[in-house]
T-cell receptor, first 113, second 112 residues
Framework: NAGVTQTPKFQVLKTGQSMTLQCAQD?????MYWYRQDPGMGLRLIYY???????DKGEVPNGYNVSRLNKREFSLRLESAAPSQTSVYFC????????????FGPGTRLTVT | DAKTTQPPSMDCAEGRAANLPCNHS???????VYWYRQIHSQGPQYIIH???NNETNEMASLIITEDRKSSTLILPHATLRDTAVYYC?????????????FGGGTRLMVKP
């Protein structure tokens, strides 16, 4: 099992550009999450998908959209990047029903200039 | 989910036990205590969780007070590789959102 994978690992964008961060898990987990972590801070939830076909806003959803493409994949889109979105983005997944531990991907480091 | 309070930083000598405290005085009866750690900007790693009984696994032990208002994560023999930020989180285990709310955590520095 590869666990939770994220692409790309690094990205530099100019203000106003768009991009999609990809996340995939091969553990057959129902729930998937996107977090951001700013320097020296804890993680903050952007969006989550409790199950395939559903998505919900987290603590800081503004400026982002998500797509739960299938059970394996959950993508995060920045339509018009802003310098305030410079951060490390982590994807995570958890088995259905809230049981078990949450597995995190290695992160995507995004810089918006 | 209940709020947690952790010291911002702690030091521990290599080979000694590291005891990381967490206060969660507003914890509800159906909320679990979870511990994760994050090593140098990697993705957070699950350590252990519990409801009211003490728990132990290959990584650590979790001691929860009888009133459940605080807990302690114990790394019995800390190594340099245990240097990380440790997060204490309380949440309902089976809530629909399954969200984890991360606070500032405790930065543990294991020194030779």
């Amino acid at each position: 099992n590869a666990g939770v994978t994220q692409t790309p690992k690094f990205q530099v964008l100019k203000t106003g550009q768009s991009m999609t961060l990809q996340c995939a898990q091969d553990m057959n987990h129902n729930s998937m999450y996107w977090y951001r972590q700013d320097p020296g801070m804890g993680l903050r939830l952007i969006y989550y998908s409790a199950s395939e076909g559903t998505t919900d806003k987290g603590e800081v959803p503004n400026g982002y959209n998500v797509s739960r493409l299938n059970k394996r994949e959950f993508s995060l889109r920045l339509e018009s990047a802003a310098p305030s979105q410079t951060s490390v983005y982590f994807c995570a997944s958890i088995p259905g029903g809230g049981r078990g531990k949450q597995y995190f991907g290695p992160g995507t480091r995004l810089t918006v200039t | 989910d209940a709020k947690t309070t952790q010291p911002p930083s702690m030091d521990c000598a290599e080979g000694r036990a590291a005891n990381l405290p967490c206060n969660h005085s507003t914890i509800s009866g159906n909320e679990y205590v979870y511990w994760y750690r994050q090593i140098h900007s990697q993705g957070p790693q699950y350590i252990i969780h519990g409801l009211k009984n003490n728990e132990t696994n290959e990584m650590a032990s979790l001691i929860i007070t009888e009133d459940r208002k605080s807990s302690t994560l114990i790394l019995p023999h800390a190594t340099l590789r245990d240097t990380a930020v440790y997060y204490c989180i309380v949440r309902v285990r089976n809530n629909a959102g399954n969200m984890l709310t991360f606070g500032g955590g405790t930065r543990l520095m294991v020194k030779p």
